[in-house]
């Protein structure tokens, strides 16, 4: 399947509606819903993009870190999403762009590629899904290790706990910056270790992620 996105999604005006929608709408609402709560701004990138690479627990966690970061994000999500009809539009508009877990299309890294040089930030779940098992990540993957490397990406983790549960409390907590290296594997569990120190989950089995990014550019 053809990468899917909007390709007008990453222009100036798209930025600001999208930045305007998570201040004063999904900010709000997950204020008195969760009494969200955010921290470490500060460690972001004055410069240039980067990748924010979080752990997933809800279907509005990509809105609640464009809120937390205060960034337009364009969010690599899987391929079904875009197949739903409840989802295709809402993820379309907020400039998410398609993605085969297991073996990414040419056109994919192309689409990450206009994104970014239109302003926008990457964002990626590193489980690939949302964890199924209360405090303790899933198995992760080596996509946000291997997106940061191809496009010179800082990494910068993103915990998430509570969005899963509702009118409970929600903390979204951003960490300082990390940099790719070759070695995938390495950076992933570099990753890993980051956003378990931010959300206090505990770490899967240490054993090989998922291969999906097969050398293609």
Known sequence: ???????????????????????????????????????????????????????????????????????????????????????????????????????????????????????????????GTRSKTPGQMGPPHLGPAYFAKANKLPIVPVGIVGTNVKNGKAYVRIGKPLEASKDLDETTWRIMEALSDLTGFKLPPRELPLKETESQS
Request: proline share 8%; net charge positive.
């Open 1 to 127: 399947m053809p990468t899917l996105h909007d390709k007008n999604a990453f222009t100036p005006f798209r930025a600001f509606y999208y930045l305007m929608t998570a201040r004063y709408f999904f900010g709000p609402l997950f204020f008195f819903q969760n009494r969200l709560e955010f921290s470490g701004r500060e460690n972001i990138p004055k410069e240039g993009p980067c990748v924010f690479v979080a752990n997933h627990l809800s279907n509005w966690d990509p809105p609640i870190i464009a809120r937390a970061t205060d960034k337009p994000v364009s969010f690599l999500a899987k391929e079904e999403l875009f197949t739903d009809k409840f989802f295709r539009n809402l993820v379309r508009a907020y400039g998410a762009i398609s993605v085969n877990r297991d073996k990414p299309e040419p056109s994919t890294f192309k689409a990450v590629r206009d994104m970014l040089k239109k302003g926008w930030y990457l964002g990626m779940f590193i489980e």
